[in-house]
C-alpha cells in the first residue's frame, strides 16, 4: 500500500517536454499546463522539488512561457533520448532530491512521459503519473499510454487528489491558496 501514500518529504514534481511547439498540436493543453501550474505552486508551498525537461529544445522551442514563468530559476534539462531517464544528467538531478516518489506530468503521454515512467520503475522509484497533467495528440494514444503504465505498476492520479493527499488537511495557508485556485 505505501505506493498509493504521498509525503511531501518523499516527493519530486518531473515535468516532461511541455514546451511551445508541441504544446501547440495538443487538444488538452490548457488543461494539462494549468494542472501543472497547481502542482507548481504546491512544491512551491510545500517546498519538494521541481526537475524541468525539454525535449530537443531547438526544433521544439522551449517551455510554455507559463511554466517558464512559474519555474524561476529556469533551468531545463536538455535531452534528445523520449525517456529523460536516458538523458545526459536527470538521473543524477534525481538522486541529488534524495526523493523515492515521482509525480509525473508532461507531453507526449505515449512517448516521453511513458518511457520516462517506465525508466524510473525500473530504477525502483515509485511514479504518480497525474492523468490530466499528461497528455497526447490522440485519445487512443493517451489511453493506451495511462493502461501501460499502471499495468506497469505507477499510479494513476489526477491534480486534485496529488494537491490534498500532500496537503493532508484543510484549515492551513497552503490549503487556502490551493482552494482559491482550483475553483
Known amino acids: ?8 518529504n518523499e516527493v ?3 515535468i516532461v517536454d511541455i514546451q ?5 498540436v495538443m487538444d488538452d493543453r490548457k488543461k494539462v499546463v494549468d494542472n ?8 512551491r508551498l510545500l517546498d519538494f522539488p521541481v526537475i524541468l525537461n525539454e525535449q530537443y529544445p531547438k526544433g521544439l522551442g522551449p517551455t510554455v512561457s507559463e511554466i517558464k514563468e512559474a519555474l524561476q530559476p529556469y533551468e531545463p534539462l536538455e535531452k534528445l533520448t523520449f525517456s ?3 538523458g545526459p544528467s536527470f538521473m543524477d538531478r534525481l538522486s541529488e532530491t534524495g526523493k523515492k516518489k515521482v509525480i509525473l506530468s508532461g507531453m507526449e503521454t505515449h512517448v516521453c512521459v511513458l518511457q520516462t515512467c517506465i525508466g524510473l520503475l525500473d530504477a525502483g522509484y515509485t511514479v504518480h503519473a497525474v492523468s ?14 495511462i493502461e501501460f503504465m499502471r499495468d506497469a505498476g505507477a499510479v494513476i492520479t489526477c491534480t ?24
Open 160 to 183: 486534485e487528489t496529488v494537491l490534498f493527499q500532500l496537503l493532508e488537511k484543510a484549515g492551513t495557508e497552503e490549503f487556502k491558496i490551493i482552494s482559491k485556485r482550483i475553483k
Open 12 to 14: 519530486v514534481l518531473v
Open 132 to 145: 490530466d497533467a499528461i497528455c497526447s495528440r490522440t485519445k487512443e494514444n493517451y489511453q493506451a499510454a
Open 20 to 24: 511551445e511547439r508541441l504544446a501547440a
Open 84 to 86: 529523460c531517464c536516458k
Open 1 to 8: 500500500m505505501n505506493k498509493f501514500f504521498l509525503e511531501t
Open 36 to 43: 501543472c501550474l497547481h502542482l507548481i505552486e504546491l512544491s
